[in-house]
């Protein structure tokens, strides 16, 4: 398996807190990727990364920021979570392949966090 | 907002063969089609991938029609630990940001 963790596993916590998941790989790739999930909607990316600080929106980026400061770590932050931003968050790393155009990459996810949000 | 249609579910015996279909009407020129595979509490595991024709693995194969719009994992003689959910991954347009996760579809299969 590829070398990726996330950390918590589990966190609850309430309306209006601020809330930072870490994801940490050992496996020197340049792409990160955050995603939610939740019933009936699959898996939806939040926010990307292509490189140390280079970071850009997916498709349900809102009350969501991210950093990355260095190649192994990708840190979504809530500034202040809601209760509809409840689900399980996983992180996902890739890198480029000499033979395949660059909209294209195998994704080697985490575990996952469940969040709470009372 | 272009995204991939996928049954929600499906159920099939062990022994049997399993088709699944996407459709992705919008597939760019350059996009690959991926699929993987999800089990309770863990993340999604890449499957199989491909860009058109049909591709082959030692788990599944893929098929996809000369016009791109839709793809075909198929899993052979499923088994229990099959059951999961499958997922089918395209990139839309180019770009990180418009990669999208169909819904998935749950399989069971039962014994």
């Known amino acids: 398996d590829a070398g990726i963790t996330q950390s918590p596993r589990h966190k609850v916590t309430e309306t209006g807190t601020p809330v930072t998941l870490r994801c940490h790989q050992t496996?020197?790739?340049?792409?990160m990727y955050w995603y939610r999930q939740d019933p009936g909607h699959g898996l939806r990316l939040i926010h990307y990364?292509?490189?140390?600080?280079?970071?850009d929106k997916g498709e349900v980026s809102d009350g969501y920021s991210v950093s990355r400061s260095k190649t192994e770590d990708f840190l979504l932050t809530l500034e202040s979570a809601t209760s509809s931003q409840t689900s399980v968050y996983f992180c996902?790393?890739?890198?480029?392949?000499?033979?395949?155009?660059?909209?294209?990459?195998?994704?080697?996810f985490g575990p996952g966090t469940r969040l709470t949000v009372l | 907002l272009a995204k991939t249609t996928q049954p929600i579910s499906m159920d099939s015996y062990e022994g049997q063969e399993v088709n699944i279909t996407c459709s992705h009407n919008n597939i760019a020129t350059n996009d690959y089609i991926t699929w993987y595979q999800q089990f309770p509490s863990q993340g999604p595991r890449f499957i199989i991938q491909g860009y058109k024709t049909k591709v082959t693995n030692e788990v599944a194969s893929l098929f996809i029609p000369a016009d791109r719009k839709s793809s075909t994992l198929s899993l052979p003689r499923v088994s229990l630990s099959d059951t999961a959910v499958y997922y089918c991954?395209?990139?839309?347009?180019?770009?990180?940001?418009?990669?999208?996760f169909g819904a998935g579809t749950r399989l069971a299969v039962h014994p």
């Open positions: 991954l395209v990139g839309f347009s180019g770009g990180y940001n418009k990669l999208i």
């Open positions: 990364s292509y490189g140390v600080k280079d970071t």
């Open positions: 496996e020197n790739h340049r792409y």
């Open positions: 996902a790393i890739s890198d480029t392949r000499d033979s395949a155009p660059s909209s294209y990459n195998e994704q080697f």
